[in-house]
């Protein structure tokens, strides 16, 4: 992560240094490995990439959980809950300019892509924002819409990673694949955002970790209420009415679950994950990825399992 920093520039950058030393799950480090080596880059630019890559997420994930209002990440306060949302969110900020300005200035990571992965960093922005705009002002987009959000917002640094690769090898034929592992990555942007929305209200060891449906806490306007909205479910105007209510009690949020899991919703959306995954595989080996990211079908019993009195 050390991209020709001053004493003072490392005391900058410490709320992302902290997030990258607490580890996460290391998706983006596995996938730039994966599709390096079927690419036959060296392993050296691989790194060089992959440590872009991390760094780039990390300062973003800062300035998410500003944004979203977090105090955990990878069970540990949050960036701005340690240092203060001033420094944090600089922090965050700076980290990405100065990472970006190297890449610039840094000939051996990439001559030809720059303007990629700049259009790429603008692309995300967009992304995140729509995602703020529609929970904040309680807007369901179209299901286009929404895909495109996604897109931006989780796809352009798996874009990047194949930006950045593709451009490393000496290989005619493999680069003319460019858009069989565009359209997989970006497959894979749109599994990884469908399955955080679904294991939040459908995941037992999710809700004890991270507490009870917070999704419907915060009114986000996930990918299932977009997809039961726009195809007018059974009971979704009561679905969408429960989720603006400003307070939700635990009573609420079984409401809601059972609604979902009554009108078929949560079948519909654990079998679109199961599809993804299965396309995905298809192209790019990562099942160790999907190891880290495990997501089952709903039980209801899970449900009873986690509530006790005490929860009620």
């Known amino acids: 992560m050390a991209y020709n920093l001053t004493p003072i520039e490392k005391i900058l950058i410490e709320p992302v240094k902290y997030y990258k030393e607490l580890k996460g799950k290391d998706i983006r480090t596995f996938?730039?490995?994966?599709?390096?080596?079927?690419?036959?880059?060296?392993?050296?630019?691989?790194?060089?990439?992959?440590?872009?890559?991390?760094?780039?997420?990390?300062?973003?994930?800062?300035?998410?959980?500003?944004?979203?209002?977090?105090?955990?990440?990878?069970?540990?306060?949050?960036?701005?809950?340690?240092?203060?949302?001033?420094m944090a969110l600089n922090s965050g900020y700076f980290t990405i300019f100065n990472v970006l300005n190297s890449l610039n200035k840094d000939c051996t990571i990439c001559q030809n892509t720059k303007h990629k992965i700049f259009e790429n960093m603008y692309n995300a922005h967009i992304g995140q924002g729509l995602d703020i705009y529609y929970t904040q002002n309680k807007i369901v987009p179209s299901i286009e819409e929404y895909n495109t959000m996604m897109y931006y917002k989780t796809g352009m640094l798996f874009v990047s990673i194949v930006d950045l690769l593709i451009e490393k090898t000496l290989d005619v034929e493999v680069k003319n694949k460019y858009d069989v592992f565009l359209n997989?990555?970006?497959?894979?942007?749109?599994?990884f955002q469908i399955r955080d929305d679904y294991i939040n209200i459908t995941d037992i060891n999710y809700w004890k970790e991270k507490g009870f449906c917070q999704d419907f806490d915060e009114q986000k306007i996930s990918y299932l209420i977009t997809y039961c909205t726009n195809n007018k479910m059974k009971n979704y105007e009561k679905i969408n009415d429960l989720l603006k209510e400003p307070i939700k009690t635990n009573h609420t949020k079984l409401k809601l679950i059972l609604l979902m899991n009554n009108n078929g919703l949560l079948d519909i959306i654990y079998d679109k994950l199961c599809a993804l995954k299965k396309e995905i595989l298809e192209i790019l080996e990562l099942n160790y990825i999907f190891e880290q990211l495990p997501f089952h079908k709903f039980n209801i019993n899970n449900l009873r399992e986690y509530f006790t009195p005490l929860h009620i």
């Open 31 to 86: 996938l730039c490995q994966n599709i390096g080596e079927k690419l036959s880059i060296p392993q050296n630019d691989i790194d060089k990439i992959s440590d872009f890559i991390n760094t780039i997420h990390n300062a973003s994930l800062v300035i998410d959980d500003i944004q979203d209002n977090s105090n955990l990440r990878r069970n540990k306060e949050s960036a701005h809950i340690k240092y203060g949302i001033p």
């Open 184 to 191: 997989s990555v970006l497959k894979f942007s749109i599994f």
